[in-house]
C-alpha cells in the first residue's frame, strides 16, 4: 500500500512538473502575456500616426512635388491649414473600390483555386503543400506554398493586358494612387478586426491564443498566432505575401509607364529600382516554403500589425523610390548606376546566401557542407504548451558565425541601394533605409529576446559563440 501511494505521489510530483513547465513555456515563448508602459506606449502611438505617417508622404508626392519639409512651413507659417491640404487629396471612388476588390478577389482565387504547379517543372523550387514550424502549442499546420505562380500569372496577364489586349493603362495604379489607399485601409482594418472578433469566438486553435487584457496590445500584436478559414486559407500567409508583395513590382512598373507617359522615357535610375526590388519579390517568393520558418510565421500572432500593415504600409511606403522618380525623374551617369547596381547585387548575395546557408543546414539537420567544411552549431532543447520537448541546432559557422543576423545586413545594403538610385535632392525616398534599420535591428533584439525565452541557457551558449549581430566587430 505505502509503495502504491509512493508511486502515486512521484505521478503526481511529475504531472504537476510538466504542468509547470508547460506554463513557463507558455509564458515565455512567443508573443507577450503582459504588457509594459513602454509597449504600450510605443502600440497606441503606432495606432494612432502610422496611418498618418503613410498619408503624409503620399500627400507630400502628390501636392509638394514630394518635399517632407514644405507642407510643415506651409501650415506652420499660416499658408495653408490642414483643411486646405485634406480638400485637395483625392477621395475614394467606385473606380477605385472595384479594381482593389477585383485585385483581392483575382489574389483570393489564385491562393484557393489553383494549386501550385510550379515546383513540378522549376529545378530547385520548393512549393506546394508544405509544413510550417512547430507552434507554441505544438500544432504543424500545413500550407499551400504557390506564391511564385501567382507572381507569374498576375505578371503575364498584366504585360498581357499592355502590350495586346489594351484592357486598362499600364499607369491605372499611379493614377488611382491616393483613392486606392483608402481602400488598403478600409481591407486593413476590416481584417484586423474581424481576426480579433474570431479570436475570441471561434479560433482556429485555441491554445495558440493569447489574451493579455490589454485591449490595444492584442488589437495591435494580434490574439490568435494563426488565424485560419476553413482548411487552406491561412491569414498570415495570405496577408504577408498577397495582395501586397505581388503588388509591390506592378506598382514600380506603373510608376515606370508613367514616367514613360510623361517624359517620353524610363530613366536608368527608375529601370535599376525595378530591377533590384523585382530580385527582392521574386526571391520572396521562390523561397516562400522557407519563409514559413521565419519570425513573422514562427512568432508573430495576427493582428493589426500584419493586417493593416501588409494591406497599407509596405504597399505604399516601400515603393517610395518609384514615386519619387515619377515626379523627380533622375537619369544617373553609367559609372554611378553601375555602383548603385553592384551594392544592390552584392547585398542580395549575402541576404540570400545566409539565408540559404541556414536552410539547407535545417533540411540536413547539419549533415552538409558550408564553405566546403561540416557547419559548426550548438544544440538547443525548448517545450511547447503540451509538455513535447523539441530539440533544435544553431550553426555557429559560415556567415552564420560572422553575426546572428547576417541576412538582414545584405537586406540594409539592398535598402541603401535602392535609396541611392533617386539621388540626394529630397529626404523622402530616403525614408527606406532608415526604417528598415529601425525595423532590423529592433527585429534582431525581438527574435533574440524571444530566443531566449525559448531557450534559455542554451541560447546564451550561442551568444557566446557568435558575439555579433549585425555588423562583426561592431554591433
Not at 494563426?226 to 512598373?253: C, E, H, Q, S
Not at 557542407?369 to 520537448?389: A, H, L, N, R
Request: with cysteine; aromatic share 20%; glycine share 6%.
Amino acid at each position: 500500500m505505502a509503495a502504491h501511494q509512493e508511486k502515486k505521489s512521484a505521478e503526481e510530483r511529475k504531472h504537476k512538473s510538466i504542468q509547470n513547465d508547460t506554463r513557463t513555456s507558455q509564458v515565455q515563448w512567443g508573443r507577450a502575456w503582459e504588457v509594459d508602459w513602454f509597449s504600450l506606449a510605443s502600440i497606441l502611438f503606432l495606432l494612432m500616426f502610422a496611418p498618418l505617417i503613410v498619408y503624409y508622404f503620399i500627400m507630400s508626392c502628390d501636392q509638394y512635388q514630394c518635399s517632407l519639409i514644405d507642407p510643415l512651413i506651409d501650415l506652420l507659417t499660416g499658408n495653408k491649414h490642414l483643411s486646405d491640404i485634406w480638400d485637395k487629396t483625392p477621395t475614394l471612388t467606385y473606380r477605385a473600390a472595384a479594381i482593389y476588390t477585383l485585385w483581392v478577389a483575382f489574389q483570393i482565387f489564385l491562393y484557393l483555386c489553383i494549386p501550385d504547379f510550379c515546383h513540378k517543372f522549376l529545378p530547385g523550387y520548393v512549393g506546394g503543400v508544405q509544413e510550417g514550424a512547430v507552434t507554441p502549442a505544438g500544432v504543424v499546420n500545413l500550407y499551400e506554398v504557390n506564391g511564385l505562380q501567382a507572381w507569374i500569372i498576375t505578371h503575364v496577364l498584366w504585360f498581357a493586358n499592355a502590350y495586346y489586349f489594351h484592357w486598362f493603362s499600364p499607369t491605372i495604379i499611379f493614377d488611382n494612387w491616393i483613392p486606392l489607399l483608402w481602400c488598403a485601409n478600409i481591407l486593413g482594418y476590416a481584417v484586423s478586426t474581424f481576426a480579433m472578433i474570431k479570436s475570441y469566438f471561434f479560433p482556429t486553435n485555441a491554445k495558440d491564443c493569447k489574451f493579455t487584457g490589454n485591449f490595444f496590445y492584442d488589437y495591435m500584436m494580434g490574439i490568435e498566432f494563426n488565424p485560419r478559414i476553413g482548411k487552406w486559407f491561412d491569414f498570415k500567409l495570405f496577408f504577408n505575401g498577397r495582395p501586397g508583395i505581388v503588388a509591390w513590382t506592378l506598382i514600380n512598373l506603373s510608376y515606370a509607364a508613367k514616367q514613360q507617359e510623361l517624359y517620353g522615357q524610363v530613366t536608368n535610375s527608375m529601370i535599376l529600382v525595378n530591377v533590384l526590388q523585382g530580385i527582392y519579390v521574386l526571391d520572396f517568393f521562390w523561397n516562400e516554403a522557407w519563409y514559413l520558418k521565419t519570425i513573422d510565421i514562427c512568432h508573430d500572432h495576427f493582428g493589426w500589425y500584419l493586417g493593416w500593415g501588409d494591406c497599407v504600409w509596405l504597399p505604399y511606403l516601400y515603393t517610395l523610390q518609384g514615386l519619387y522618380l515619377v515626379y523627380h525623374p533622375v537619369q544617373l551617369c553609367t559609372a554611378n548606376a553601375i555602383g548603385i547596381l553592384m551594392l544592390g547585387l552584392i547585398g542580395y548575395y549575402i541576404f540570400r546566401m545566409t539565408n540559404h546557408q541556414k536552410d539547407l543546414f535545417r533540411r540536413t539537420n547539419g549533415n552538409c557542407k558550408i564553405w566546403g567544411k561540416k557547419p559548426e552549431y550548438i544544440e538547443c532543447s525548448y517545450m511547447s504548451v503540451d509538455g513535447t520537448k523539441y530539440y533544435s541546432k544553431l550553426m555557429t559557422s559560415g556567415f552564420w558565425g560572422w553575426a546572428r543576423h547576417f541576412n538582414y545586413t545584405g537586406d540594409l545594403m539592398g535598402s541603401l541601394a535602392y535609396c541611392l538610385a533617386c539621388g540626394f535632392e529630397h529626404l523622402l525616398p530616403y525614408f527606406y533605409i532608415v526604417y528598415m534599420t529601425i525595423l532590423l535591428t529592433h527585429r534582431c533584439i525581438r527574435d533574440e529576446h524571444r530566443c531566449f525565452s525559448k531557450y534559455g541557457k542554451d541560447w546564451k551558449r550561442y551568444t557566446a559563440a557568435v558575439p555579433y549581430r549585425l555588423l562583426p566587430g561592431i554591433f
